[in-house]
């Protein structure tokens, strides 16, 4: 007996679930969150522009786990490190998640599941989206090279231009004629 449960036209996602009943009742989640609702994730943005698509489908497993899996999908703008501007970043994220009632229960699951605690039999939704968002973030990002700002191009690729068989003195050079000429 497999449920559908979309999100209203409006796109609403509930806010609150319990991943027993889903799973149980094997729901499917679809709908749209957006951005500017996940606080710690907007930090590491430069826009909290666009919204989140998520699909779940929740099941228990053959070994009685309440498991949901499915994807995530939006586009980010974070700060380009070559010119200090933004860029646009797709987030594509598969999920499989595995709920449990403890730290002791998340240890006890297969590695191909992603541990989620359950409070009280429930789970946030915009929280766990936003972990998983946050963790799929890239730590280091960058424009095309023509994507960046001319200037700072100039400067980032200044380093490059510098010739390479430049050659430094040794500063040691001044000892190993000292001792040359003592001999």
Same mark, same amino acid.
């Given at each position: 007996?497999?449920?559908?449960?979309?999100?209203?036209?409006? $796109?609403?996602?509930?806010?609150? =679930?319990?991943?027993? /009943?889903?799973?149980?009742?094997?729901?499917?989640?679809?709908?749209?969150?957006?951005?500017?609702? =996940?606080?710690?994730?907007? &930090?590491?943005?430069?826009?909290?522009?666009?919204?989140?698509?998520?699909?779940?489908? =929740?099941?228990?497993?053959?070994?009685?786990?309440?498991?949901?899996?499915?994807?995530?999908?939006?586009?980010?703008?974070?700060?380009?490190?070559?010119?200090?501007?933004?860029?646009?970043?797709?987030? &594509?994220?598969?999920?499989?998640?595995? =709920?449990?009632?403890? &730290?002791?229960?998340?240890?006890?699951?297969?590695?191909?599941? $992603?541990?989620?605690?359950?409070?009280?039999?429930?789970?946030?939704?915009?929280?766990?989206?936003?972990?998983?968002?946050?963790?799929?973030?890239?730590?280091?990002?960058?424009?095309?090279?023509?994507?960046?700002?001319?200037?700072?191009?100039?400067?980032?690729?200044?380093?490059?231009?510098?010739?390479?068989?430049?050659?430094?003195?040794?500063?040691?050079?001044?000892?190993? $004629?000292? /001792?040359? /000429?003592?001999?």
């Amino acid at each position: 007996m497999a449920i559908l449960f979309l999100a209203m036209l409006n $796109d609403s996602l509930p806010k609150y =679930f319990d991943p027993r /009943k889903y799973a149980t009742q094997e729901v499917t989640l679809e709908g749209r969150l957006p951005l500017r609702d =996940f606080s710690e994730l907007r &930090e590491l943005l430069v826009s909290d522009e666009g919204d989140v698509s998520i699909h779940l489908n =929740f099941k228990v497993d053959e070994d009685r786990r309440y498991i949901a899996k499915g994807s995530m999908s939006t586009t980010v703008q974070v700060v380009c490190q070559r010119c200090m501007e933004g860029v646009d970043c797709n987030l &594509e994220v598969e999920l499989a998640l595995g =709920f449990v009632y403890d &730290e002791e229960h998340a240890n006890n699951l297969p590695k191909e599941y $992603d541990p989620v605690v359950m409070t009280e039999g429930e789970v946030i939704l915009a929280d766990m989206v936003e972990q998983e968002l946050i963790l799929a973030v890239p730590i280091v990002a960058y424009h095309e090279e023509t994507g960046c700002n001319p200037v700072a191009l100039k400067y980032a690729s200044s380093a490059d231009d510098a010739p390479d068989d430049e050659t430094k003195p040794n500063p040691f050079s001044i000892l190993a $004629d000292l /001792k040359a /000429k003592k001999s």
